[in-house]
């Protein structure tokens, strides 16, 4: 074998080391081995990009790379199956009233504790014993990886960790040293067995239908679209807090009426007779009971600001958005895990040109919001990014799990698909801009979206300048 | 609070060797370094084994690359590259799941005709979705796909023979020919369009 007849090996790093010094020392001599190897190179060169301008790689961030490690930690020792509680789900979907159960089994309790819950955001509850205090951290939580959620599995949370996981449309997240079973998993019916510690459920008001109750033993909690955790403390004492909206709580022949902010705390009871029932929005309570500390048997008092959204929306409204933000910040202090608080302060701050911290808001959301709200947080990042922000290979990633998640409309999806055509112009990969623009031009035909796009690809045939992409 | 704003957490001047050592040894801090360098790589293999997985089935499957990762630092060799390996568990996990979804799709087919569209556009490699575009997409399309993946891994990824020999579970040799005729065909085609347009 020549040395010329090493090149190839050579070019793949397949040759050993002192073969390969062998080999360069006549590639000092061989002017066709070089050309070869030039030519090989440009070739190489032009492959990747090609190969790279069809790909959109975004390192991840710290906080994604949290994430994704909590997740992993979380699943080495502790997600294991349990055969012998494994329970039968029946195919196909129950009609009637959507329903989202957790029973809270306790310890050396035998009867479970059953609550309800509606929620948007998280928020924290110590661990053990009455929680006197909501703990101010923003810390979201981690993500459960889907194959590790289903009827039979169990999750567990060690202390000082929190993890969520998505039950069809609703959020599941699970608070520190906590563990729950996951009986039922359907996309109208869901139960979860919460052994110990806390859960909060998040469940999109508009997608519900009707009444989201929770049933088992002594509570019962009816959940439609608000914010509400349980808690099931060593002794057996169950404590629900209310963050939006109002909650009808009976306890046999005894009923509380409780508002957004408030808490209730349940006594162990054995009777399988109390029920919790929510109700949506908070636009109907009374002034007068907002916030108002209560007390008597079973009724602790708030530890937390009410979520006013509809003040904070009539400033908005009004341009006040300077206080705007400042309520909306101090709340989020509070409860800093409310999702859909933290949505609308992310508005606010794009509003005020508080670009990057707008930004961030809607990266907290993206984590730690329910689907829907995940994907309103991804198109609100992306514009900012895009377009105050001029960073297209963010708003690009934005955009691309945009389009990639759920529940997106077609009117969505379209400006969705223009303004990530503009991101990729911006980033040099025009080939993937034009694919995209022609599709929604071709699919939305003369509607406004269609326009745009047929105009901006005339535009981009106009003219040479690569910044006019609109 | 800006994500990028504490991506220079401790750990990140660490060589790869020096992460996985900590690793191995439980310090589950240094897989977030390990995950912020090779994370997107690995998306990306994810996406190129598959490249109709969706976003949420993609983000599951790097969860199960990085819990293999963790699983197995301590029985890691440290004389080995980071890189290759994390690659190499990312398009295993990626194609097993893919026969799964394949093997579904056969099933689906013999009952429901309608099912076949992902089994057709899932059996080709990843450059067929390029078809019908211009020049580079006919000269990409030229490539089969065992050349088109050696030649990802070699001029895009920048990995050695062996690593992907490693990667792909095939001979030295095997991607040596494989890259060989993969140089062949882009050199000829690119020869022939630059002669067409001259």
Known sequence: MTECCKRDAWMTGALDPSTAQRFERHLETCRECRQHLAEWEQVKTRFAGWVSARESRVPPSAQEARALVDAVMARMPDIEETPSRRVHVPHGVRHGRLSFRVAVAGGLVAAALALVVIGIALYLIPKTGHPEMVQKTAEPGFAIAASDVGPGKRVRTRAGQQRWMQLHQSRVTLREDSAALVVKMEAQETVIVLERGGIVCTVEPRLTGGVFQVQAGDVTVSVLGTTFSVYRADDGEVRVEVMEGRVRVQQGAREEILMSGETLVLPPVDDADAVVALEPGNSDVPDDRKGVRRQGRGVAVSEHPSADLDTWRSLIANGQLDEAAAQLGRYLEAVPANARVRMLLAGVLRRQGRDAEALSACETVIVTGTAAMAQQARYLAGEIALMRLGDPQRAAGFFRAYLDGASVDATHRAEAEIHLSQALYRMGQADEARRRLEQVAAQYGRTPAGDRARRMLQNRNDTTTPSDVD | ?198
């Open chain 2, 1 to 198: 609070m800006n994500a990028d704003s504490d991506v220079q957490g401790p750990g990140l001047e660490l060589s790869d060797r020096e992460v996985m050592s900590r690793l191995a040894e439980g310090d589950m801090r240094s897989l977030e370094v390990i995950y912020m360098r090779y994370g997107a790589m690995a998306r990306t293999a994810i996406r190129r084994t598959d490249p109709r997985i969706d976003a949420a089935d993609a983000d599951e499957l790097l969860q199960d690359v990085f819990l293999q990762v963790a699983r197995c630092a301590a029985r890691f060799d440290l004389s080995r590259s980071l890189k290759p390996w994390i690659y190499g568990i990312a398009v295993n996990l990626s194609a097993g799941r893919r026969r799964t979804v394949l093997s579904h799709l056969r099933l689906l087919r013999k009952h429901h005709e309608a099912s076949t569209v992902l089994l057709e556009t899932s059996e080709t490699g990843p450059h067929d979705a390029l078809e019908n575009r211009e020049q580079v997409d006919r000269v990409l399309s030229l490539l089969p796909k065992e050349q088109y993946e050696v030649m990802v891994l070699h001029a895009v990824e920048g990995f050695r023979g062996e690593e992907i020999a490693e990667i792909l579970g095939i001979r030295v040799n095997t991607v040596w020919t494989r890259l060989h005729r993969a140089r062949q065909l882009l050199m000829d085609a690119l020869r022939k369009d630059e002669g067409a347009s001259s």
